[in-house]
Nanobody, 131 residues
Framework: QVQLVESGGGLVQAGGSLRLSCAASERSFNNWHSGWFRQSPGKEREFVAG????????RYGDSVKGRFTISRDSAKNTMYLQMNSLTPEDTAVYYC????????????????????????WGQGTQVIVSS
């Protein structure tokens, strides 16, 4: 079973930046649609950013467009989330996830908001943005 391990979370002031990493235990990770999700206390888990297999295209949640950038490094089996202009509203536990089935509907925005499409999840990394 694939292991996804997030890192890079921490405490940052509003307006600052962080880069999260998601390292996978399998090279096949590069062939899976993958994404970042986050969950704050009392809120549902929400989609943040997604990247298709081999990085053909990306998708972003409305609240992070223009501030966050998702990317992947196939040589390192790692996905990244560069987060800029952070606000206290970005405080959450961030999870990386992957869809090993390679669904063809990934080009649709609705695909990324459906958590059940993703069968592999990391343990999460905490991001706290202070005001």
């Amino acid at each position: 079973q694939v292991q996804l391990v997030e890192s890079g979370g921490g405490l940052v002031q509003a307006g600052g930046s962080l880069r999260l990493s998601c390292a996978a235990s399998e090279r096949s990770f590069n062939n899976w649609h993958s994404g970042w999700f986050r969950q704050s206390p009392g809120k549902e888990r929400e989609f943040v950013a997604g990247i298709s297999w081999r990085g053909a295209f990306t998708r972003y949640g409305d609240s992070v467009k223009g501030r966050f950038t998702i990317s992947r490094d196939s040589a390192k089996n790692t996905m990244y989330l560069q987060m800029n202009s952070l606000t206290p509203e970005d405080t959450a536990v961030y999870y990386c996830a992957a869809d090993r089935s390679g669904r063809s509907e990934a080009w649709q925005s609705s695909y990324w908001g459906r958590m059940s499409n993703f069968d592999s999840w990391g343990q999460g990394t905490q991001v706290i943005v202070s005001s």
